[in-house]
């Protein structure tokens, strides 16, 4: 069966410092993958996503994310993180024979400290 | 930016009763979907509608749930005969097209009592 997994429910980090979250998934093929962001109050916000092609996919708010199929993971970075990236991320996976019913991770909460 | 809409924000509503969650899509999309977040759960996938129809629905899309959309615009789901488990952060989402990404909507906070 699919399964999306965030091993880290909850990552604490200072503000500048690096931030990198993980998401494995079990699927048969490559799925299409996202990460989403929620903010306290707020919806989910699409940082970005994987298709096809390189690897390496560029988001908004300075987040990139690396696909690597022999690992099927999907870790999400951010070189240097800022008080207002604090929120939930949830990774997403959608298989590409169901489109449409995305499978969402448990999330993780970042907390950003000064 | 355009973006995906929801009302209301907030709904309580007794056990047993009837309620309906309203969306209204970006406009240009064509692909429409409800999640449920039950609090400290995962996101939940219960319906996908395109060409005014359901494309794919979850197990837990069953007959107390139905969705319309009943103009060019709005994009409703419909609780029948609402339960305490029931009470959830429900997900509105809509996409271009198929293999596109979806956009959420801030969610309707259903309180079940």
């Known amino acids: 069966a699919q399964s999306v997994t965030q091993p880290d429910i909850h990552i604490t980090v200072s503000e500048g410092a690096s931030l990198e979250l993980r998401c494995n998934y079990s699927y048969g093929a490559t799925p299409y993958l996202f990460w989403y962001v929620q903010s306290p109050g707020q919806g989910l916000q699409l940082l970005l996503k994987y298709f096809s092609g390189d690897t390496l996919v560029q988001g908004i708010k300075g987040f990139e994310a690396e696909f690597k199929r022999s690992q099927s993971s999907f870790n999400l970075r951010k070189p240097s993180v800022h008080w207002s990236d604090a929120a939930e991320y949830f990774c997403?996976?959608?298989?590409?024979?169901?489109?449409?019913?995305?499978?969402f991770g448990a999330g993780t909460q970042v907390v950003v400290t000064p | 930016e355009p973006e995906v809409t929801q009302t209301p924000s907030h709904q309580v509503t007794q056990m047993g009763q009837e309620v309906i969650l309203r969306c209204v899509p970006i406009s240009n999309h064509l692909y429409f979907y409800w999640y449920r977040q039950i609090l400290g759960q995962k996101v939940e996938f219960l319906v996908s509608?395109?060409?005014?129809?359901?494309?794919?629905k979850s197990e837990i899309f069953d007959d107390q749930f139905s969705v319309e959309r009943p103009d060019g615009s709005n994009f409703t789901l419909k609780i029948r005969s609402t339960k305490l488990e029931d009470s959830a952060m429900y997900f509105c989402?809509?996409?271009?097209?198929?293999?596109?990404?979806?956009?959420f909507g801030p969610g309707t906070r259903l309180t079940v009592l």
């Open positions: 509608f395109y060409n005014n129809e359901i494309s794919e």
């Open positions: 997403a996976v959608a298989r590409t024979d169901s489109w449409g019913k995305f499978q």
């Open positions: 989402a809509s996409s271009e097209g198929m293999d596109r990404a979806q956009y």
